[in-house]
């Protein structure tokens, strides 16, 4: 698939509506676990032309300094960093959020605890989705490998129906099949296990096929309305129609994959695509086909509510429905109250990609 276009406009940090104010070191927090993992392997440089080993030069930087006061870590970024405004060919930037869930769960099946999260099957493989092997659209990542070559895998409907049944795959087991499908959505949750402790699943692997948004099946079916779809309503209308709620989730083809991960520090999030933790308010995911991972990236826009929010993010991961120049998802952590966030945030912005000086796009 081509890029998108997108415009880029060099800015000076005064042109940073709320920059002297931010946290910086925060933010210099989450950028040093970025910079552990690239300083030695610089990221590859995607389609916005954020070049990946520029980007390890000033990781090496980072990692040589402790810990820094909010006014050190500015002038880190400042030093280090040029401001560059991202914008799409028409109209502004655009951010949602999503969170970690915390749900209930067991490791053995139970009459309570019913619904799985799957393992990836020994037959999916991912693949090049711009030269997919005959009998795979072009766009899909994974398909299924078989004697004969390969198919695309089973999808939602499919697996709902049992095609993984007796696969051994289960990794832990649900009491809702809607707490598990917002889990494929934010890719991630903790699962508080009957059998005692806590057990994180983040993502794996997918079915490969391609994403939908079943807030858009809900508005397309007359269900919600156009302008009120969060992730409140979209659980309330399901919860009110058992009977068509998985004709709707199945609507979403696309099927997510999870492993085991431990929770080394409650206080961040799960490993992402990025290979990093996410820090909660400060990772932001982007389109991977256009951003190069670990770059910094100042946000403005509005949380729900009203409130602005104005703060400097690290690109550390990326999600099926992130796509576009300017498109933002802010990870807010993970429980109900994060959840409570993210399932509202909706809002246009700008999009300011801090590029490593000398390095421009």
Known sequence: MPPSPFRLTPLTFTDLDGWAADDHAAAFCAFRLSAATIADAPPKTRALGVDGAALSVVARDALALPDQSAVAARGFFEAHFAPVLVEPE????????????????????????????????????????????????????????????????????????????????????????????????????????????????????????????????????????????????????LADRPDEAPSVLAANRSYIFFREAPVDDPALGPVAAAKVPLSPGRSLAVDRTLHTFHMPVWVETILPGGAPLRRLLVAQDTGSAILGPARGDVFFGSGDAAGAIAGAMQAAGRFVALVPRGALP
């Open 90 to 237: 028409t109209g502004r930037g655009f951010f949602t959020g999503y969170y970690e869930p915390e749900v209930d769960g067991a490791r053995a099946a139970s009459p309570r605890f019913s619904v799985p999260l799957h393992a990836p099957p020994a037959d999916l493989v991912e693949i090049d989705e711009e030269n997919p092997p005959p009998g795979v659209p072009a766009g899909y990542r994974f398909a299924r490998r078989t004697e004969s070559g390969y198919a695309p895998y089973p999808d939602r409907a499919a697996i709902m129906a049992g095609a993984l049944d007796g696969a051994a795959l289960e990794l832990v087991h649900l009491a809702d099949p809607v707490d598990a499908f917002f889990i494929h959505i934010q890719g991630a949750a903790r699962v508080r296990l009957a059998e005692g402790g806590v057990m994180r699943v983040t993502y794996a692997a997918k079915s490969g096929h391609p994403y939908t948004p079943i807030g858009r099946v809900l508005v397309d079916r007359g269900a919600l309305p156009r302008g009120g779809v969060t992730m409140e309503a979209i659980r309330a209308w």
